[in-house]
């Protein structure tokens, strides 16, 4: 079908339009860029890496927890936020917020030492409260949601006047949004094409996010905790994935090796003693005589995960976050010898 080029002003719809206005969102700031991201910000750093906007939403339970008045927590980031869970009763949220979780593949570790608790948000209440109004969007009405992250993501691209732009939708929490499915008009692909400066088709039937921007310099990247079946699921969109170490999980160390033994490179958390010192291979075994031995790689040097290897060790300095415990089992502790991690043994060379 022919698209017309000849728009020049911005249309947004409707219902993204309501969305919007009901979350206070808007469409600059519904993903975050590198001037607010001290994570993607790094990347800025490398010629050859492509800036990166990232989507924040709120882990695990913590919607939950954060519209709870009697939630008693200490810590600001963890506290009940009077103005989410206001939103929450006015489009009657309740419900749908029951069997909610943003984080399904997490263990006990993660969810207690959660970046997410770390940095501005225990410094200024107003972090957690605008990942709060996305997650509750997000929830609420996520073919709208979906659609609006178009928006985001062209507004940004579009600032790259032409260059590449990566893109990371689970910044902080493990959303299915890479598989939900929205339909956009012909009038809409038109105007978001010409206002944007993008090369989205037209179909007729509702399509991914990914495949949606097909035609553009928009390169996807994110990590995962999930089983094996899941990760191949993200890499048939186009995605490229890098699992996580779960350390703490009963099948920590037979997940770890399925995702290298795949081709899946792996993110994995260590309380490094020196910043920047960390051992050059890894050993990881499981209980069924399972042995996998990669390269390591410095992972907190850059966030753009694509520019690594496959079957390689990503290692990130443990952080320890407000109300973590930087020596949990999650995280790998910075030493020679076999470490007992589920369901078998990991070990650092150094």
């Known amino acids: 079908m022919y698209l017309n080029s000849s728009y020049r002003r911005l249309d947004t719809p409707n219902d993204i339009k309501k969305l919007f206005n009901d979350y206070s969102l808007s469409i600059s700031g519904l993903m975050t860029g590198a001037a607010s991201n001290a994570k993607i910000s790094k990347n800025l750093k490398f010629d050859n890496i492509p800036p990166a906007v990232i989507l924040h939403h709120l882990p695990d339970k913590q919607i939950s927890a954060v519209i709870n008045k009697d ?3 200490d ?7 009077a103005k989410l869970a206001d939103l929450s009763k006015k489009f009657n ?10 984080c399904r593949w997490s263990s006990i570790g993660c969810r207690q030492s959660c970046l997410v608790y770390s940095g501005r948000s225990n410094i200024f209440k107003a972090v957690q409260y605008a990942r709060g109004r996305r997650t509750l969007a997000a929830i609420d009405r996520p073919a709208a949601y979906v659609r609006g992250l178009i928006y985001s993501i062209a507004h940004h691209y579009k600032k790259q006047a032409g260059g590449a732009l990566s ?9 299915n949004l890479h598989f939900k499915k929205v339909l956009l008009s012909v009038n809409e692909i038109n105007n978001i094409n010409s206002y944007y400066g993008l090369n989205i088709n037209y179909s007729d039937k509702p399509r991914v996010i990914t495949e949606i921007f097909k035609n553009d310099s928009i390169i996807w990247y994110e990590y995962s905790k999930a089983p094996i079946s899941y990760l191949k699921r993200l890499t048939a969109l186009n995605i490229d994935v890098t699992a996580s170490l779960v350390a703490d999980r009963i099948s920590g160390a037979a997940d770890a090796i399925t995702a290298v033994k795949s081709g899946y490179r792996l993110a994995v958390p260590i309380a490094l003693n020196k910043a920047g010192y960390i051992p050059r291979r890894l050993i990881i075994s499981d209980n069924n005589g399972r042995r996998v031995s990669i390269k390591c790689f410095n992972g907190d040097l850059f966030d753009y995960r694509p520019a690594n290897k496959k079957q390689c060790a990503v290692i990130l300095k443990a952080k320890k976050s407000v109300g973590g415990d930087i020596l ?3 995280f790998i502790a910075d030493k020679i010898g076999r470490q007992s991690i589920g369901g078998g043994f990991i070990e650092l060379i150094y």
């Not at 309740?94 to 943003?102: H, T």
Request: no cysteine; proline share 0%.
């Open 71 to 73: 939630n008693a927590a």
């Open 328 to 330: 949990s089992a999650f």
């Open 75 to 81: 810590t600001i980031n963890r506290q009940y936020i």
């Open 93 to 102: 949220l309740e419900s749908k917020l029951n069997n909610y979780s943003g």
């Open 167 to 175: 893109v990371r939708l689970k910044g902080t929490d493990e959303n």
